[in-house]
């Protein structure tokens, strides 16, 4: 009798053993599914806040559009050639700098364009120098050209860039960093005298290494990118005025600086309040 009740409680103990290791394999496997949804659900809530955080990038960007629409409309854009346009607010400026100029000059003014371009080389030679005489600017289809007379940059037969040019040149480095866009030739002239020196075979000789003395002053001196410029010499063979006088042999005597800016940004040049 007593070995068959320690039987059946050896056997009931056995059945309960039994079960409760299936209720924890049971457990154990919803616990591994429980973290498996976790992670799936903490996964998806980092992919949809990835994409919110997208779409409010968006939906900036699409704002900021806007509103520079906004601006543009404000601003009444007028077409110039139907090469550029140029907004009231820079027409306005420019008006303001027009009342400025010799009538004289604007009495030449019969187009938009041609009040622009009087208007810009205005505020350049503001920005530049006040000697006249010595400094001409003008504006062709966006190109801006300044002669600057030699004797404000180099002493007589010398191709070594003076002092006294410092200003002139540190002012032209500027207009010239004011825009990365920008392009930039200097070119060497001179008159038909013919020089001929230990120093420089001739003429074309001493017109290159004068553009090429300019162009080492804008880049060692102030920082004008090497890439954007270009020296170049013309010799005597593109004159300002016929070389019959010492007076129009001055004139013919200059550096040219040509300056070809990015046709977006040409009239950025009306909007500094410093020109």
Request: net charge positive; aromatic share 4%.
């Amino acid at each position: 009798m007593k070995k068959i009740t320690l039987i059946a409680v050896v056997t009931i103990a056995t059945l309960s053993s039994c079960v409760s290791k299936k209720k924890y394999v049971a457990l154990e496997s919803d616990l591994n599914d429980t973290k498996s949804r976790l992670t799936k659900t903490q996964v998806e809530k980092e992919d949809l806040e990835s994409k919110m955080t997208k779409i409010e990038a968006r939906v900036a960007e699409y704002n900021e559009k806007l509103n520079s629409l906004k601006e543009i409309n404000d601003s009444q854009l007028t077409s110039i050639n139907d090469v550029a346009v140029m907004s009231n607010n820079t027409k306005e400026k420019m008006r303001k700098t027009l009342t400025k100029v010799d009538p004289a000059l604007l009495a030449d003014a019969k187009t938009l364009e041609d009040s622009i371009n009087v208007a810009i080389s205005y505020n350049l030679k503001k920005s530049i120098t006040d000697e006249d005489d010595d400094i001409n600017i003008n504006i062709d289809k966006t190109v801006v050209m300044i002669n600057i007379s030699d004797k404000l940059l180099f002493n007589s037969g010398s191709y070594k860039v003076s002092s006294k040019a410092n200003n002139i040149l540190s002012k032209i480095a500027e207009v010239i960093n004011s825009e990365p866009s920008m392009e930039v030739m200097v070119e060497g002239h001179t008159d038909s005298k013919t020089i001929q020196t230990p120093m420089f075979s001739d003429n074309w000789d001493l017109s290159v290494k004068r553009a090429t003395s300019v162009v080492r002053i804008l880049q060692t001196k102030y920082n004008v990118a090497p890439e954007k410029m270009i020296a170049s010499g013309r010799s005597s063979y593109m004159p300002l005025v016929e070389n019959d006088s010492k007076e129009n042999r001055s004139k013919n005597r200059r550096t040219k600086i040509i300056i070809i800016p990015n046709l977006n940004k040409f009239f950025a040049l009306l909007d500094s309040d410093n020109l």
